[in-house]
């Protein structure tokens, strides 16, 4: 069993940035697909990004194309959310997710592992 915690969270102004942060508790961190998925009070749950295990593959919602990065150290068991020019619409729980097969599934429901997620808000 995989554990994941997400950090970064917090509160920013529109426009604004943050980085969120997620550590896995095992090293076989390395070979899982890692997404980022986030859910607004009120609506449902919904693919951010995703990243292959060794970094070279990433996937984006077309609404945080050029705005936010994934990345990840796998030395470390991180995996990264960079989110920039955030917009009071993105205030959201962010969940991370891993997943066993290394794909980068958009269906949430595909994951393996779910982190409690960490509370980013953005202020107009």
């Known amino acids: 069993q995989v554990q994941l915690v997400e950090s970064g969270g917090g509160l920013v102004q529109a426009g604004g940035s943050l980085r969120l942060s997620c550590v896995a508790s095992q090293r076989t961190f390395s070979s899982y697909a890692m997404g980022w998925f986030r859910q607004a009070p009120g609506k449902e749950r919904e693919f951010v990004t995703a990243i292959s295990s060794s970094g070279r593959r990433t996937a984006y919602a077309d609404s945080v194309k050029g705005r936010f990065t994934i990345s990840r150290e796998n030395a470390k068991n991180t995996v990264y959310l960079q989110m920039n020019s955030l917009k009071p619409e993105e205030t959201a729980i962010y969940y991370c997710?891993?997943?066993?097969?290394?794909?980068?599934?958009?269906?949430?429901?595909?994951?393996?592992?779910w982190g409690q997620g960490t509370q980013v808000t953005v202020s107009s």
């Open positions: 997710a891993a997943n066993r097969k290394n794909i980068l599934y958009i269906d949430g429901n595909s994951y393996d592992y």
